[in-house]
T-cell receptor, first 113, second 111 residues
Framework: NAGVMQNPRHLVRRRGQEARLRCSPMKGHSHVYWYRQLPEEGLKFMVYLQKENIIDESGMPKERFSAEFPKEGPSILRIQQVVRGDSAAYFC???????????FGDGTRLSIL | GQQLNQSPQSMFIQEGEDVSMNCTSSSIFNTWLWYKQDPGEGPVLLIALYKAGELTSNGRLTAQFGITRKDSFLNISASIPSDVGIYFCAGRSGNTGKLIFGQGTTLQVKP
């Protein structure tokens, strides 16, 4: 399977803990995007990265959220000191270029107790 | 900020019927994309449109990029039960990869 791989598929955290979500893009894709989806809603853009660089983080909350896409390894979306409102499905997408179609992974469903 | 208005919000149709849904915006987009999402899964790309006026088909699906660059529609012909799911439009503008998504159209097909 050469698709976008996200793990874990489900993640449960208690308030105040840290959540780390991982995304391995499709082979040959160097552009990665993170989106958040609440129940019954569309996806909301969070951040766009291209190997080691953050290109657009206009959708990222100013505090507690960070993202990286290192030279080697998967992209990581990190949420520190999680709160109940962080509960959502987080999707990663990748593309060959910024104007090329984005292909999505199956998401990580984050639940905060 | 940019918003996409997708309609209808939901549809309940008989198997074999044709379906049409659309997205409109007050902003211009350079790219329109249509995705289908099944429960518990990520969106799957159906059709990508890059030019105003472009009409593209993928099997029983047909989508068009509006001339004004502010709208797009998706048609599904001769619907079947596996067409059930949530359909999203998404638009991209400027020189960023950021996609703006519509609110989705939930399609239910009665056998």
């Amino acid at each position: 399977n050469a698709g976008v791989m996200q793990n874990p598929r489900h993640l449960v955290r208690r308030r105040g803990q840290e959540a780390r979500l991982r995304c391995s893009p499709m082979k040959g894709h160097s552009h990665v995007y993170w989106y958040r989806q609440l129940p019954e809603e569309g996806l909301k853009f969070m951040v766009y990265l291209q190997k080691e660089n953050i290109i657009d983080e206009s959708g990222m909350p100013k505090e507690r959220f960070s993202a990286e896409f290192p030279k080697e390894g998967p992209s990581i979306l990190r949420i520190q000191q999680v709160v109940r409102g962080d509960s959502a499905a987080y999707f990663c997408a990748s593309s060959q270029g910024f104007n090329q179609p984005q292909h999505f992974g199956d998401g990580t469903r984050l639940s905060i107790l | 900020g940019q918003q996409l208005n997708q309609s209808p919000q939901s549809m309940f149709i008989q198997e074999g019927e044709d379906v049409s849904m659309n997205c409109t915006s007050s902003s211009i987009f350079n790219t329109w994309l249509w995705y289908k999402q099944d429960p518990g899964e990520g969106p799957v790309l159906l059709i990508a449109l890059y030019k105003a006026g472009e009409l593209t088909s993928n099997g029983r699906l047909t989508a068009q990029f509006g001339i004004t660059r502010k709208d797009s529609f998706l048609n599904i012909s001769a619907s079947i039960p596996s067409d059930v799911g949530i359909y999203f439009c998404a638009g991209r503008s400027g020189n960023t990869g950021k996609l703006i998504f519509g609110q989705g159209t939930t399609l239910q097909v009665k056998p």
